[in-house]
Structures are given as C-alpha cells and as structure tokens.
DNA sequence: ACAACTATATATAAAAC
DNA sequence: TGTTTTATATATAGTTG
C-alpha cells in the first residue's frame, strides 16, 4: 500500500503474497506491542503462517494465553449478546433509512407529476409516461381541476349573472373518471 | 507518533490514552482483516478496553474462537454465523438506503428547481386567474386528460392483465399535494 | 527467496469543531 | 465526550543487490 496503492483481496502471486504476510505480520506484533505498552490493556495477536508449525503470537510469553483463556471463559451469553444488540441497532437504522426514502420516493413522484403536468403545458408527449407517471399526473390534474372549479366558484358568487360557469365543465373533465 | 513522536510508554493521560486506544484498536482490527484477506490466512486479534465487558475483536463472528482453541461446538459455530452474516447483509442493506437517500434527495432538488422555473414561466397562482385564463386551462386540462386517457388505454392493451388501470384512480384522485 | 532501500499510502497525534 | 481535519510519523509495495 504504498508504492502502488493495492487493492484488498487475495494476492494471488506466490513471491508476493509471502513477502507481505512477512512484513505485515512484523508490523502488526510491533502495533499489538505498543497498544498494549501506551494503553495498558491486554492485547493479542494470532497470525497463522502457512508451513510454519506454530502463528506468530504477541505477546510471546504466556501472558497470551491467559488473554485467550479469558476470552474463552467470556460465556457465550456476553459474546452473542454484544452482537445481538449491534444487530438490533443495525435493524432499527436500515427501518429509519428505509422510511427516509419511501418519504423521499413520494416526494419526488410528486415533483415528477409537477413537472410532467407543466411541461404538458408546453406540449410534452404522453407516450412516453410510465403507468407510475400517469397516474401522478392524473393527481395532479385532479387537484388542478379542484382549484379551477374552487376559483370559478369564487368568480361567479363574485359576478351576478356568472354565465360562463356552466359551459366549460362539461364532457371531459369529469367523465373519464 | 505524527504530530509529535510518541514515546512508547504508558500515556499517563486519561484523555489521550483513551482517544489513542480508540483510533488504534480500529487501525489494529483493520490490519487483521487485511492481512487474512491479502495473504489468506487465519489471524485474530484481542484488546481489551476498559469499561468494555467484551474485548474488541477481528474476526468479530467466532471465527474468532476457532482461531484461538480446537473447540468445534458446530452447532454453536452455524448459529454464531447465522448471526453474523445477517448483521453483514445489514450493514450493506444500510449502506445502499443510504446512497439511496442522498440520490434522491438530489433527484429531489433539481426537481424542485424544474418545479420552480415552470412555475414561474406560467405563473400558476389560480387566485389571479382571469375568467378567459380560466376558460384556457380547462380546456388545456381537458386535452391533457384525453392526452392521459389515451396513453392509459395503450398501456392496458399492452399489458394484459392491466392491473393498475384500475387501481389506482378512484381514490388517490382527490389527494392534494 | 531475503534484507535493504525508497517512494508512497496509511495511521494517527494533535487541533478544531 | 466524540467526530473531522491536518500535519506528520510509520508501514509497506515495489525495487535493487
């Protein structure tokens, strides 16, 4: 990861692979060693290497066995449930998500019919409207048609004679529905 | 050991040595992953963090435990791992509805922003509305309903079973946005 | 294949928020 | 107290002997 950043998965080259795992495995006890020394916490490192008998094993005396024996001796019960609360916490994260986007899915068909219904106006093509689309203009016309008749009412209550009312509502708005 | 070096000896301060210990116990479980991954093979490490009743650990599933001793329990190895691929596919699960979330939100904003400057071209605030204009947007709602009701009929004609013609219309028509 | 060397990616101490 | 940012030390990929 340094002359060439390298990407993390399983060095296939036989040289390479074993020349890495050398110099990693050092590193990694060094870094064990010093999390231990500057934090005082009891710390161990297991690496296996293919044809040696024995992993390389921080701290080398026995101090790591009794680390791995207090893990051991950890009962199942603090192991799983350590998980089971980070799975729950994960659970209860991915519903939020999902809600935040369902809202976010709504808005935006709604926006979409905006736009479709305006470009309507300035003569868009139908023919190319999902089911979806279609009906999230049809909303939005029905709501469109909802303020006209609601503004015309305002007009003729206003007007006395208010002829125009009755002609221009007729066949095609209401009936498709 | 960046901004300043760092002797190794045990940090005296509280503040600093619990901050050290957080950033490297993830720089630790990082480079255990990364080693079993680009070398594959089996590593484990353990620290145990004050205050923490369970040590942090990679792996986190109990690979770990068949690492570090010969038990094979193997009914408890398949429930641990059940538990922890679950809490992966939860993971990823958030990851993606996140990326979703932004998305959309984007999509959202330059919707908006569409919604804005058709808005502003046609100025639809029914309220200022003159009869005439009135009379012109019932009839430009009328011609996009045929324009809908027509796109509607291809649709079911083309899908066969046409379910969501008739879903949808009744009710969701009057819903304002 | 290994150790030493270098150039670069990473890790991380301290500062800022 | 925890996260983000920044400057620097450290780890290490590729190279050389």
Redesign the pocket.
């Known amino acids: 990861?340094?002359?060439?950043?390298?990407k993390l998965e399983y060095?296939n080259?036989?040289?390479?692979r074993?020349?890495?795992l050398?110099?990693?495995?050092?590193?990694?006890l060094?870094?064990v060693q010093?999390?231990s020394v500057?934090c005082g916490v009891d710390a161990c490192a297991i690496i296996y290497s293919p044809g040696e008998a024995v992993p390389q094993v921080w701290p080398q005396n026995l101090d790591a066995a009794r680390i791995l024996t207090d893990f051991n001796n950890l009962t199942e019960l603090e192991r799983t449930r350590k998980m089971t609360n980070h799975l729950a916490f994960m659970q209860a994260r991915c519903a939020t998500l999902r809600d935040k986007v369902v809202k976010k899915e709504n808005d935006n068909t709604k926006l979409e019919a905006q736009a479709i219904l305006y470009e309507g106006f300035s003569g868009s093509d139908f023919a190319e409207l999902s089911p979806n689309e279609l009906l999230a203009t049809v909303n939005t016309v029905d709501n469109l048609i909802s303020n006209v008749v609601e503004r015309m009412k305002a007009l003729s209550a206003q007007a006395q004679n208010g002829g125009f009312v009755g002609s221009g509502m007729g066949g095609g708005v209401t009936e498709p529905f």
Do not use: A
């Open positions: 990861m340094t002359r060439n950043k390298v060095i080259n036989d040289t390479k074993r020349s890495t050398r110099k990693r495995t050092r590193g990694m060094k870094k010093e999390i500057l």
